[in-house]
């Protein structure tokens, strides 16, 4: 369905803020519940979402790192005299999860469209355009980011190093000897 990207661009904001405002789990499955079905209304391709496995580990970490930090509700995993899980904050984890999920899903209305009109219809809503032409050369070189990071990856396993198998300690060594290089060369 063709859409004017101003459309898009509303729809995407009111999602997005709706996401950030509202803090119970219920309203944010309400408003993902509503999100989903204005992809399927308008027939944007969401299938690319759904096939990333790597949310599910994201979920489960959001949700241990927040209720690490939440010291209300009742311990569910105590270690010691130190509370590791609370049901507090495996809702809290649950709606910050929710709200990712909601501004990936918003974001689908404007990654669908082209670059150019998104330039256009922001001038057209008011933004200089030197900022629309930013974001436009922006969401050009995205592509050109994951290139160079794919790049970089397949030399580092051309190598023999298996990224699966390193230490804990070295992980953030290892990470940022891959993104040095995409940062430089982009």
Same mark, same amino acid.
């Given at each position: 369905?063709?859409?004017?990207i101003r459309?898009? !661009? @509303?729809?995407?904001?009111?999602? $997005?803020?709706m996401?950030? #405002?509202?803090?119970? #789990?219920e309203?944010l !499955?309400i408003i993902?519940?509503?999100?989903i079905?204005t992809l399927? @209304?308008?027939k944007?391709r969401?299938?690319? !979402?759904f $096939?990333?496995k790597?949310?599910?580990?994201? $979920?489960?970490m ?5 209720s ?6 009742h311990? @569910?995993?105590?270690? /010691?005299?130190?509370?590791? !899980?609370?049901d507090?904050g495996?809702i809290y ?6 709200r990712?999920?909601?501004?990936i899903?918003? /974001?689908?209305?404007?990654l669908?469209?082209?670059? $150019?009109?998104?330039t256009? /219809? ?5 933004m200089?355009? %030197? ?7 922006g969401?050009?070189?995205?592509p050109v980011?994951f %290139? %160079?990071?794919? %790049?970089?990856l397949?030399s580092?396993?051309l190598?023999?190093?298996d @990224? ?13 000897s #891959?993104?040095?290089?995409v940062?430089?060369s982009?």
């Open positions: 369905m063709n859409i004017d459309t898009r !661009l @509303l729809i995407s904001a009111l999602f $997005s803020g996401a950030l #405002i509202y803090q119970k #789990i309203y !499955l993902l519940i509503f999100n079905l399927v @209304l308008f944007i969401i299938k690319i !979402l $096939s990333i790597k949310l599910l580990y994201i $979920s489960i959001m949700i241990v790192i927040q690490m930090f939440v010291r209300t509700g311990p @569910l995993l105590k270690m /010691g005299s130190i509370c590791l !899980l609370t507090n495996i984890g649950a709606a910050i999860f929710l990712f999920i909601i501004l899903l918003s /974001g689908m209305f404007i669908n469209s082209n670059i $150019s009109q998104l256009r /219809g922001l001038v057209k809503l008011g200089p355009f %030197e900022i629309a032409f930013m974001i436009q050369m969401a050009r070189f995205v980011f %290139e %160079e990071m794919g %790049e970089i397949n580092i396993q190598r023999g190093v @990224l699966r198998k390193i230490y804990k300690r070295k992980v953030i060594k290892v990470y940022v #891959i993104f040095s290089p940062i430089y982009v």
